[in-house]
């Protein structure tokens, strides 16, 4: 049974960084599309980054420019590295994966997740 488990949350003042790392066990498949989602309180779920099975990026406006999704080989474990956090990145972060060599985005398209890792910024 797949079982994704996040780490590397916590509080940060505006400006700083974080790195969340992913754990992923019994991911059997050889190709595989990986993200990272939020959900930041009263809003819903959103895309931040994705990383599919050719290592190829996307990532949510938002975010462009700050955030960078990487995965180590094996798709053992995933990493978002956030730098020059804001308030508005203060949120849930999600790890998702799903088999299969399309480039991912939504939501319903992922099959398995974490159970998230709080991340909090202070202005």
């Known amino acids: 049974q797949v079982e994704m488990k996040e780490s590397g949350g916590g509080s940060v003042q505006a400006g700083g960084s974080l790195r969340l790392s992913c754990s992923i066990s019994?991911?059997?498949?050889?190709?595989?599309?990986m993200a990272w989602f939020r959900q930041a309180p009263g809003k819903e779920r959103e895309a931040v980054a994705v990383?599919?099975?050719?290592?190829?990026?996307r990532y949510g406006d938002s975010v462009k420019g700050r955030f960078t999704i990487s995965k180590s080989s094996a798709n053992k474990i995933l990493y978002l590295q956030m730098n020059s956090l804001k308030p508005e990145d203060t949120a849930t972060y999600y790890c998702?994966?799903?088999?299969?060599?399309?480039?991912?985005?939504?939501?319903?398209?992922?099959?398995?997740w974490g159970q998230g890792t709080q991340v909090i910024v202070s202005s």
């Open positions: 998702a994966a799903s088999p299969g060599s399309r480039p991912f985005w939504y939501e319903a398209e992922f099959r398995y």
């Open positions: 019994a991911f059997t498949y050889s190709g595989a599309c």
């Open positions: 990383i599919d099975s050719t290592g190829g990026t």
